[in-house]
C-alpha cells in the first residue's frame, strides 16, 4: 500500500491555471501506473487523466483535452497534474490515484488500490 496526498487546490476564476501535485509515500512509486480522477457534488467519480508507471503514455479525458496535462517525476515520488484555462465545470474534489498490477481499463476507479484523500478545486465564473 501506498499512501498519497494533494497539495495545490484552490480557488481562481474562470481561464486560471493551477498545478495539483499528488506525494507518494514509500519505495515503489516508481513502479505503479497513476491518474487523477475527480468528483463534483452530485456526481460520479470521473477519470480525467492516467499516466503509465514510467511516466510515458499519459491520457487525458476528452473533457479537458488540450487544458490540462498529467505528469510523473519517478526522482520525486510526485505525481503533477497541470491544470490550465480552467472552466466552471472543473470545479470538484480532485483525488490521486495508484495502481499496482498496470490494469488496461485505466479509465475506471476499480482499477486502483490506493487513493489520497482528496483536494477541492473552485473555478469562479
Known amino acids: 500500500q501506498v499512501q498519497l496526498e494533494e497539495s495545490g487546490g484552490g480557488l481562481v476564476q474562470a481561464g486560471g491555471s493551477l498545478r495539483l501535485a499528488c506525494v507518494a509515500s514509500?519505495?515503489?512509486?516508481?513502479?505503479?501506473?497513476m491518474a487523477w480522477f475527480r468528483q463534483a457534488p452530485g456526481k460520479d467519480r470521473e477519470f480525467v487523466a492516467a499516466v503509465s508507471w514510467s511516466g510515458a503514455s499519459p491520457a487525458h479525458a476528452d473533457s479537458v483535452k488540450g487544458r490540462f496535462t498529467v505528469s510523473k517525476d519517478n526522482d520525486k515520488n510526485t505525481l503533477y497534474l497541470q491544470m490550465n484555462s480552467l472552466k466552471p465545470d472543473d470545479t470538484a474534489v480532485y483525488y490521486c490515484?495508484?495502481?499496482?498490477?498496470?490494469?488496461?481499463?485505466?479509465?475506471?476507479?476499480?482499477?486502483?488500490?490506493?487513493w489520497g484523500q482528496g483536494i477541492q478545486v473552485t473555478v469562479s465564473s
Open positions: 490515484a495508484a495502481d499496482h498490477w498496470g490494469n488496461t481499463n485505466r479509465l475506471a476507479p476499480t482499477s486502483y488500490e490506493d
Open positions: 514509500g519505495s515503489r512509486f516508481s513502479s505503479y501506473a
